[in-house]
């Protein structure tokens, strides 16, 4: 019989820590900090800065387009374009302050749920871009899962105007030899705008 008392002692303490472990589990998840997105407003720009000169009117080799008015159509209409663009035989369809490419920009109207009917302004460009920053990592960052070189690293290689920040030449885009892209802005610049991104203060 001791040996039955024994093994039921074990189980029972095996069973609480078991609990003790998945409710410390479900505390952590329940602490998880989440992004205030006013504070990611310095790293947009400089962002900004390196992909549009920030201007939301922006598309591929026109950095001072103000003819054609992206903010004044709707997504589905910018989409349409990107395709017809494509077609024509130029090289890239990136649209917007934040360069969006065609895949780039379907993939968030399928990810966020997006109204194609909605228009592509200046705060729905905001909004994708700010959901470029979670899909790169901005939530780990301000969990302390990455350090601000990791999330750097991640946001360039979103953003083929920034340096890559880690490996062999840093301060070189991370598509450094395609014909297209080299980084505009320094290693320091993006690292200073990236410690600026902090949690939210209602968290």
């Not at 998840?29 to 310095?42: A, E, H, W």
């Not at 700010?130 to 302390?144: D, F, M, P, S």
Request: with cysteine.
């Amino acid at each position: 019989m001791r040996w039955l008392r024994k093994r039921r002692a074990v189980f029972w303490a095996s069973l609480v820590l078991a609990v003790l472990l998945t409710a410390y589990t479900i505390s952590n998840m329940n602490q998880r900090l989440t992004v205030d997105s006013t504070s990611c407003k310095p790293l947009l720009a400089l962002i900004a800065k390196a992909e549009s000169k920030g201007n939301y009117n922006t598309y591929f080799g026109h950095a001072g387009n103000v003819d054609i008015k992206f903010t004044e159509m709707s997504v589905a209409e910018v989409m349409k374009w990107q395709q017809e663009f494509i077609m024509a035989g130029n090289a890239s369809s990136a649209v917007g302050r934040y360069q969006l490419i065609s895949t780039t920009l379907a993939g968030l109207v399928q990810r966020l749920h997006i109204d194609v009917n909605q228009p592509f302004d200046e705060a729905m460009q905001d909004k994708l871009a700010i959901a470029l920053l979670e899909r790169r990592g901005v939530t780990e960052y301000v969990n302390n899962q990455i350090d601000s070189h990791q999330f750097a690293a991640e946001l360039a290689k979103e953003w083929a105007g920034l340096p890559k920040v880690l490996g062999d030449k840093p301060e070189q885009s991370y598509y450094a030899g395609d014909g297209l892209n080299r980084s505009l802005v320094s290693v320091d610049e993006v690292l200073g705008a990236v410690s600026a991104v902090s949690a939210s203060p209602h968290n």
